[in-house]
């Protein structure tokens, strides 16, 4: 949790199709995915600040 474990993580974008490859906490993306947390607060290092950009967090947005 808070990006202190990254993993090489590949997803494809749901808009263009194409596949990126991203480092992040698999922790933090069950926080989104099984409790609900936003995208924006999940991808946070301890001090608050994101460790992934505003365009590497829009692929992680479950879309309904």
């Known amino acids: 949790m808070y990006g202190e474990?990254?993993?090489?993580i590949t997803r494809q974008c749901c808009v263009c199709g194409r596949w990126f490859a991203l480092r992040l906490d698999?922790?933090?993306?069950?926080?989104i995915l099984c409790d609900?947390?936003?995208?924006e607060n999940a991808f946070?290092?301890?001090?608050?600040?994101?460790?992934?950009?505003?365009?590497?967090?829009?692929?992680?947005?479950?879309?309904?």
Not at 36 to 39: N, Q, S
Not at 55 to 61: G, S
């Open 26 to 31: 698999k922790d933090d993306l069950a926080r």
């Open 5 to 8: 474990n990254l993993e090489l």
């Open 44 to 64: 946070t290092n301890r001090a608050g600040k994101p460790y992934l950009d505003a365009d590497q967090r829009e692929l992680y947005i479950p879309h309904r």
């Open 36 to 39: 609900g947390v936003y995208v």
